[in-house]
């Protein structure tokens, strides 16, 4: 139960509210909006998804940039509220194409009537896409194409020769295109989160991929779909499957620790030929979650030395190798490296040449920070940075720094080869052929190396 939700923008701007129970003060937006801007508790950067502050419990999620906020008084659960915001901003992305300030100030009128069936006097009602849409009449303002922000490449759908811009799926699942067509297609996500954390002499500690296989339909008519999965598939550690299926594999199968499906996925066939059969309802959802901890290369390998140079100098050399196939380029990568504390300045070279990459140096938190725009497998990359001290040191300055943070997206890559062998629909006609669309991303978790 919630007494109120509202959608903050990055300058704190309340785009949406609903009171539904006036049990909470009218100024809690700005509360909470103050209270995570200038967060400084319990040595965080950030604000946690949940806090509480004079007996109101906030909620929090952040959807490319807006603050999805919950409040209540009561004793709820965390993880439902938190699901239950994570599903709203789902919904109304459903309904609108693209989920954006601007998007949400178009069409407020039917973003309210969204919220007001979901959620009824603070209880959710529900969050089906499909369902709602007997009870939503407003149509969508579609944003205009120019005012999205730019693609990066991570946005590109490929399949074969074919590209498609990430725009491809973003359109509301009850606009029809412009001249009043609708053209068929489905969207097939495999988007793998990886945990890895290294040793100071780089050798892997722990591992872990959470992954999810995630679909959009615009399939008229929801008809069935088959998706066929890697058939040296397995789930369990010891080759034992969600349903006690038993099998060999070889030392290349994919082994699964475990996984989930969604309701409306059909196991049937799943045991003899790993294929899921599902009629897919309007929207996203994710067909299966799943989890895996066997040893995987991880994508990127960190080396990193830190040594004095001379009188409160000190220096830093920092080389990161992608071990991913030359034809793949991971977007948006970024390496965070806590300095000691009583360092002052620090200057960085880079190699001679090199373009897209920025280097800077937070003196508030004592951080070396490098970006670099895009990095294509199989290169190296170094960076040099010339630390100045503000006292001698007195201990081992590797316990002073580190460990080194990293966070990337790799399009059209996955680590645990897990692949979609096949995407069949169900024929109404000869002449009925849907667009199908798979990508594949690994992003960055916590991907840490030691010192």
């Not at 030929?273 to 390998?301: C, I, S, W």
Request: net charge neutral; charged share 25%; glycine share 6%.
């Amino acid at each position: 139960m919630i007494s109120q939700f509202f959608v903050l923008s990055q300058r704190g701007d309340n785009i949406v509210f609903r009171d539904y129970r006036g049990e909470v003060a009218k100024g809690s937006a700005e509360i909470f909006f103050r209270k995570v801007k200038f967060w400084k508790e319990d040595g965080q950067e950030e604000a946690p998804p949940v806090f509480n502050v004079d007996g109101v419990n906030y909620f929090h999620v952040k959807v490319v940039g807006l603050l999805f906020v919950a409040t209540t008084r009561v004793n709820v659960s965390p993880s439902l509220v938190l699901e239950l915001l994570q599903r709203i901003a789902r919904v109304i992305k459903d309904y609108l194409g693209v989920l954006s300030e601007d998007s949400l100030r178009k069409n407020f009128v039917l973003v309210y009537e969204l919220l007001d069936e979901v959620i009824d006097f603070g209880y959710m009602q529900t969050t089906s896409t499909e369902v709602l849409k007997s009870y939503i009449f407003n149509e969508p303002i579609m944003v205009d194409a120019a005012r999205l922000q730019p693609l990066r490449p991570a946005a590109i759908f490929m399949q074969g020769t074919k590209r498609m811009p990430g725009t491809a799926i973003t359109k509301s699942v009850v606009a029809n295109e412009p001249g009043g067509r609708k053209r068929e297609e489905i969207f097939v996500d495999i988007i793998e989160k990886i945990s890895v954390t290294f040793s100071s002499s780089g050798y892997i500690l722990t591992s872990e991929i959470d992954g999810t296989i995630q679909m959009k339909s615009y399939l008229t008519g929801n008809p069935e779909i088959r998706l066929a999965l890697n058939e040296d598939l397995s789930i369990g550690r010891g080759g034992e499957s969600a349903n006690d299926y038993r099998s060999s594999y070889g030392s290349g199968a994919v082994i699964l620790d475990d996984c989930n499906f969604v309701e409306s996925v059909r196991l049937d066939s799943f045991d003899m030929d790993r294929t899921l059969a599902l009629v897919p309802p309007d929207g996203e959802f994710p067909v299966m979650n799943y989890r895996m901890t066997q040893e995987f290369k991880p994508p990127f390998h960190i080396n990193c030395l830190i040594e004095e140079a001379g009188h409160l100098k000190g220096e830093v050399i920092l080389k990161v190798r992608a071990e991913f196939p030359s034809n793949i380029t991971a977007n948006t990568v970024v390496l965070e490296m806590p300095l000691p504390k009583y360092t002052t300045r620090a200057s960085f070279e880079l190699e001679p040449g090199v373009t897209g990459q920025r280097t800077d140096f937070k003196g508030a938190n004592k951080k070396l920070e490098w970006d670099l725009e895009k990095f294509v497998g199989g290169v190296e990359h170094t960076l040099r940075a010339k630390l100045t001290f503000s006292q001698d040191l007195h201990a081992n300055i590797t316990k002073e720094a580190g460990p080194v943070s990293m966070t990337f997206t790799i399009p059209m890559y996955n680590v645990s080869r897990l692949q979609v062998k096949y995407l069949q629909i169900a024929k109404k006609s000869s002449s009925y052929n849907p667009y199908r669309w798979v990508r594949y991303v690994t992003q960055a978790n916590s991907y840490v190396a030691r010192i």
